[in-house]
């Protein structure tokens, strides 16, 4: 069974851009949860779909949104970039409707150099 | 704040020996869930083991065990006979609830090198 790909696995964008990533999670999960990780501030939930629905979300601006699509493929997407948005954007993928209590499979990441 | 604290930035191992990481949290909470993910170098993050904090017996996978002190709020991880191939940044965390909503919440990681 193929694991959580991501897209794209790097990019490079200017201050005041916007960015969308895309998560596809392993087949039949229906949860997909994001996570910001920078070497200051370590690993930070962002927010956690659930069939289409977000039920969770962590403490950033209302610039970092997200979707989730029928296939449980999601996007996240970053407007007005800053400085401080460059990081490594996880998302996680997990079978159970009760994601956060069980075990998530992490994707590799996209790796996101603001300019 | 519910927090998550890794108070051991480094550690270091010999091969075949024990190390234990530490990791404490504060929550109010009664029932919440402990994880220990483990991210290997340029490798994806992956689950090491996990605790339900209304379960009073320690989790345990194959070399893999936790130490789970409920009223402490401290969830160590202790792994045995380490090998080559557990060297990695080690993250606790625990599923948190914040103003209505859930998270979960990372510690700032511990970096295990094992040496041959």
């Known amino acids: 069974k193929a694991g959580v790909t991501q897209t794209p696995r790097y990019l490079i964008k200017t201050r005041g851009q916007q960015v969308t990533l895309s998560c596809s999670p392993i087949s039949g999960h229906r949860s997909v949860s994001w996570y910001q990780q920078t070497p200051g501030q370590g690993l930070q939930f962002l927010f956690e779909?659930?069939?289409?629905?977000?039920?969770n979300k962590g403490n950033f601006p209302g610039r970092f949104s997200g979707r989730q699509f029928s296939n449980s493929r999601s996007e996240m997407n970053v407007s007005t970039l800053e400085l401080g948005d460059s990081a490594l954007y996880l998302c996680a993928s997990s079978l159970p409707l009760a994601a956060l209590y069980n075990e998530q499979f992490f994707g590799p990441g996209t790796r996101l150099t603001v300019l | 704040a519910q927090t998550v604290t890794q108070s051991q930035p480094e550690m270091s191992v010999q091969e075949a020996e024990t190390v234990t990481l530490s990791c404490t949290y504060d929550?109010?909470?009664?029932?919440?869930?402990l994880f220990w993910y483990k991210q290997p170098p340029s490798r994806q993050m992956i689950l090491v083991i996990r605790?339900?904090?209304?379960?009073?017996q320690n989790a345990t996978e194959n070399r893999f065990s936790v130490n789970f002190q409920k009223a402490a709020k401290s969830f160590s991880l202790k792994i045995s006979d380490s090998q080559l191939g557990d060297a990695a940044m080690y993250f606790c965390?625990?599923?948190?609830?914040?103003?209505?909503?859930?998270?979960?919440?990372f510690g700032k990681g511990t970096k295990l090198t094992v040496n041959p």
């Open positions: 779909y659930f069939s289409e629905t977000q039920r």
């Open positions: 929550t109010s909470e009664s029932d919440y869930y």
């Open positions: 605790q339900e904090a209304y379960k009073q």
């Open positions: 965390a625990a599923t948190l609830t914040q103003g209505g909503s859930e998270k979960l919440v």
